[in-house]
């Protein structure tokens, strides 16, 4: 399915540098900020307590807020999840000399008793008799499970990215595989560089979103190398340049479409999809924008500095009646 056809290819080779200039500009200042401000890392990561408390009405945030604070819980987090009833409260994780299960344990006492008040939908009595029966959820993560999701994480980014590098050197040769992952790596860096400057939340859904992007930007590329490929054989005239310059373009009317409605998709679960949706959704725009611009204008100019040419995917055609060179010896 096509919008448009675009019948003279765009000349995008021929900015390259520029695009490229942009890219590393951007690339760096992605590395600085990581460098320097570091991401802010949700409890999963550094341990913590997390409640899931349903009210008996719309809850007041800025109220709960105010009277944790107020306890003592300087670095609570307090949104809506699912509907304005039910709040999500995350706290970091407390240094204790004692037993640390009983600090968490009195630590959740503390914010019942500052929650009832103020509408949760929580029964005292109810609870000695039935600990269970109510429908307040509390999860304690400790700071060891922390650095092993932390850990986890990264091998799953490192084998996505070896996957993915391995995949493309198959399909289509190492030059390609080499462009495209070194492509992607800057998407993610510039994702993880967003998060670092404005210190967003880092969790365990941005870190899904990071992983699918890097699976998303990967579809791209191949799309349009995959047109790169057919264009070498039946272009035989053209250069590198305007071979990848009529792959790219030839490809514009479908990465709209399919591009424009992912987007469109997500933006829904940005604006709409309530504050624990709101940084995955935030993570997946970044990364959808950097991805169709790196998979055009980073991966092909690479793949083009790299080498790739007409005699990676063209076999040299013998002709007839030539003779079989044996040796080079006369």
Same mark, same amino acid.
């Given at each position: 399915?096509?919008?448009?056809?675009?019948?003279?290819?765009?000349?995008? &080779?021929?900015?390259?540098?520029?695009?490229?200039?942009?890219?590393?500009?951007?690339?760096?200042?992605?590395?600085?900020?990581?460098?320097?401000?570091?991401?802010?890392?949700?409890?999963?990561? !550094?341990?913590?307590?997390?409640?899931?408390? *349903?009210?008996?009405?719309?809850?007041?945030?800025?109220?709960?807020?105010?009277?944790?604070?107020?306890?003592?819980?300087?670095?609570?987090?307090?949104? $809506?999840?699912?509907?304005?009833?039910?709040?999500?409260?995350?706290? *970091?994780?407390?240094?204790?000399?004692?037993?640390? $299960?009983?600090?968490?344990?009195?630590?959740? $006492?503390?914010?019942?008793? !500052?929650?009832? *008040?103020?509408?949760?939908?929580?029964?005292?009595?109810?609870?000695?008799?039935?600990?269970?029966?109510?429908?307040?959820?509390?999860?304690?993560?400790?700071?060891?499970? @922390?650095?092993?999701?932390?850990?986890?994480?990264?091998?799953?980014?490192?084998?996505?990215?070896?996957?993915?590098?391995?995949? =493309?050197?198959?399909?289509?040769?190492?030059?390609?595989?080499?462009?495209?992952?070194?492509?992607?790596?800057?998407?993610?860096?510039?994702?993880?560089?967003?998060?670092?400057?404005?210190?967003?939340?880092?969790?365990?859904? /941005?870190?899904? #979103?990071?992983?699918?992007?890097? @699976?998303?930007?990967?579809?791209?590329?191949?799309?349009?190398?995959?047109?790169?490929?057919?264009?070498?054989?039946?272009?035989?005239?053209?250069? !590198?340049?305007?071979?990848?310059?009529?792959?790219?373009?030839?490809?514009?009317?479908?990465?709209?479409?399919?591009?424009?409605?992912?987007? =469109? &998709? /997500?933006?829904? &679960?940005?604006?709409?999809?309530?504050?624990?949706?709101?940084?995955?959704?935030?993570? =997946?725009?970044?990364?959808?924008?950097? @991805?169709?611009?790196?998979?055009?204008?980073?991966?092909?100019?690479? #793949?083009?500095?790299? @080498?790739?040419?007409?005699?990676?995917?063209?076999?040299?055609?013998?002709?007839?009646?030539?003779?079989? /060179?044996?040796?080079?010896?006369?």
């Amino acid at each position: 399915m096509e919008f448009f056809r675009i019948k003279k290819s765009i000349p995008f &080779m021929r900015h390259a540098l520029v695009f490229n200039a942009i890219s590393f500009i951007t690339f760096l200042l992605a590395v600085l900020f990581l460098a320097t401000k570091g991401l802010h890392y949700s409890i999963e990561f !550094t341990g913590g307590t997390v409640i899931e408390a *349903p009210f008996k009405q719309a809850a007041d945030l800025e109220k709960i807020r105010t009277d944790l604070t107020q306890k003592g819980f300087l670095d609570v987090t307090v949104q $809506n999840f699912g509907s304005a009833k039910d709040v999500l409260i995350r706290l *970091p994780l407390r240094t204790s000399t004692g037993n640390q $299960n009983e600090a968490m344990e009195k630590q959740k $006492n503390t914010i019942i008793e !500052t929650l009832i *008040p103020l509408g949760l939908d929580y029964d005292l009595e109810l609870a000695k008799t039935d600990p269970k029966a109510n429908k307040l959820r509390v999860e304690f993560v400790g700071g060891q499970v @922390g650095k092993e999701l932390a850990y986890d994480g990264s091998i799953a980014l490192l084998a996505v990215c070896i996957g993915i590098m391995a995949y =493309l050197a198959i399909r289509f040769e190492w030059r390609f595989a080499v462009a495209t992952i070194i492509a992607n790596l800057h998407d993610v860096v510039i994702i993880l560089g967003f998060f670092a400057f404005f210190q967003w939340e880092f969790s365990l859904p /941005v870190l899904a #979103a990071v992983l699918a992007i890097l @699976g998303y930007s990967v579809n791209e590329s191949v799309v349009v190398f995959d047109r790169a490929r057919e264009n070498f054989r039946k272009m035989r005239k053209a250069t !590198t340049s305007e071979i990848l310059d009529a792959a790219i373009t030839g490809t514009i009317s479908r990465t709209i479409i399919t591009h424009g409605l992912t987007q =469109l &998709m /997500v933006l829904a &679960m940005l604006f709409v999809g309530g504050q624990s949706l709101h940084y995955f959704a935030l993570a =997946l725009t970044i990364g959808i924008c950097f @991805g169709i611009y790196s998979s055009v204008l980073v991966a092909c100019p690479i #793949a083009k500095y790299l @080498g790739v040419s007409r005699e990676d995917f063209v076999k040299p055609v013998k002709k007839e009646g030539e003779p079989e /060179v044996i040796s080079a010896q006369p």
